[in-house]
């Protein structure tokens, strides 16, 4: 949600902050706004809708030249997403101009008493308070933006990133996160602050993870950063390890379609350097002692959406090899039910951004009540991984599409290490069991490229139902989570109803929405290793088709079988039971994108989405 970008150096700032917003468009938004300090005085433009229009308003109002410059892009929650609502927000005696991602949750009681004061309100957003609070903090701070900044913070409740300028400081950018990213790019000469590195990876690859309850001066030849109290605050210097090529789409049409064609990459990536010189298994950050991991007697995973999708098939594989019960839940809900946690309990973290708020907060909650914490993120330096005990990167590069491709099956490879890793440590497996499947693992890339080489005809088949008003999903075992994937990966792009089902679950209740046309895509088990499950699919499918459904099934190569209790047979290559999501979600998220793309849908920005949820 919400991109953030400020800037100050010898460039002009409104090129840098507005390529910077350009890059950030993947996060969701419905409205965008600059302000750049210019002769002495605040220069703001904002306006509703897409960046274009923003463009389109800078060029029949054009902006002073200016060094000087920050630049929003809006996801609403206070107050629909109008030119009104828009970031930046100035306050009344036009000083001082904010912007800001993240929810203000004590904004009415500031609003009133800004009201009562006599202030005038023009948004209906909590971010305007801001603006007027640090208007009457600066004065009382000796006009000094950082403490007017302080001031203001230790007052504000929830989540926020603020980004603020004041042209009576011309050459100085105030930010301050709480709950909220915030990263610092270091260039020569020019500094950059933003919510995600794309911003300005374009012009340097060095940057400073921020820390919680922080503000951060920039000006072009120094950064400094202090807590809320006005200490000195120590940071993390990190690099970024792709360039801005990997942002760019590569000559696809759909950053969605590069990033299905990348996964064969992001597999591999996110293998390589696992096993060391003595051949056991080996992870990037894992700061829990073995004595730790011995003592777990029970594996949480908390995720949203797709990273859910990806804990549930961990569920398996974990419980398989570790004999540890391990329990997934959805992050939103975890500490509002009292979990029963502790010492003894593991809680895995799932998060391609790594600024998930629920998430976040479910993994302060556990370690609140004790529990040890490890993180599978996409994003160096996020949140999530700095605050938990141990990490496993997924090392998928970025993802830009606001649906998840990549980062679900790379999450769902750092999943196995872990549940093998633990297996090493506790004792559950032989050395020689692990590395089979390590090499199972390994030829994952290899079995996802020819999936990749054989999907032409799940676009047609897309094409095919591009009108149907439902489609349902079912599969057992791996195949059920990843029947749920491949529905929300539909609603989110095809705006069309569509859901995932456990097959046995059908005549429990969800058989009552077949109907005569009804588009079913069957994950079918392997009939090798799971011959009852494919036998027992096989009779659910019967059902559907007797109440008049069409059925697309996921098939192994040499399933034959399935052929006749089918209308279309997409097939996948044969791979280990605990591997099948691996290549069997695949053909499912081409499926989406192409249905999408014959709606006429934005498939990269679908509407009401945002990549990083980082409010509650």
Known sequence: MCGIVGYVGEKQALEVVVSGLRRLEYRGYDSAGVA?????????????????NLETLLGEDPLPQSTTGIGHTRWATHGGPTDRNAHPHVSEDQQVAVIHNGIIENFAELRDELQAAGVHLSSETDTEVVAHLLSKAIPAAGFDLVEAMRAVCRRLEGAFTLLAVDPR????????????????????????????????????RDALELGQDQIVALTSGEVVVID???????????????????????????????????????????????????????????????????????????????????????????EHWTRIPVEVELASEFRYRDPIVGPDTLVIAISQSGETMDTLMALRHAKAQGARTLAICNTVGSTIPREADAVVYTYAGPEIAVASTKAFLTQIIASYLVGLYLAQVRGTMFADEIRAIMDDLNDMPQKVDLVLDTVEPVRAIAREFANAPSVLFIGRHVGFPVA????????????????????????????ALIEDGVPVVVIMPSPRGRAVLHDKMISAIQEVRARGAVIIAIAEEGDEKIVAFSDHVIRVPIVPTLMQPLVSTVPLQVFACEMATAKGHDVDQPRNLAKSVTVE
Not at 36 to 52: N, P, S, Y
Not at 194 to 203: I, R
């Open 36 to 52: 750049v300090i210019a002769d002495g005085r605040l220069e703001v433009r904002k306006k509703a809708g897409k960046l274009v």
């Open 169 to 204: 400081q011309p050459d100085l950018v105030v930010g301050a996160r709480r709950n909220s990213p915030l990263v610092v790019g270091l260039g020569k000469g020019e500094n950059f602050l933003a919510s995600d590195v794309a911003a300005f990876v374009e012009y340097t």
């Open 228 to 318: 809320f109290d006005g200490n000195p605050a120590e940071v993390r210097p990190f690099t970024i390890d792709w360039d801005a090529s990997a942002a760019e789409k590569g000559g696809h049409d759909l950053f969605m379609l590069k990033e299905i064609a990348e996964q064969p990459k992001a597999v591999a990536d996110s293998l390589r350097g696992r096993i060391g010189q003595d051949g056991h298994l080996q992870l990037d950050e894992m700061r829990l002692a073995d004595a730790d991991l011995r003592a777990v007697s029970k594996v949480v995973v908390i995720a949203c959406g797709t990273a859910a999708h990806a804990g549930m098939v961990a569920k398996y594989a974990v």
């Open 484 to 511: 749920l994937e491949g529905a929300l990966k539909l609603k989110e792009l095809a705006y069309m109803h569509a859901e995932g089902f456990a097959a046995g679950e059908l005549k429990h209740g969800p058989i």
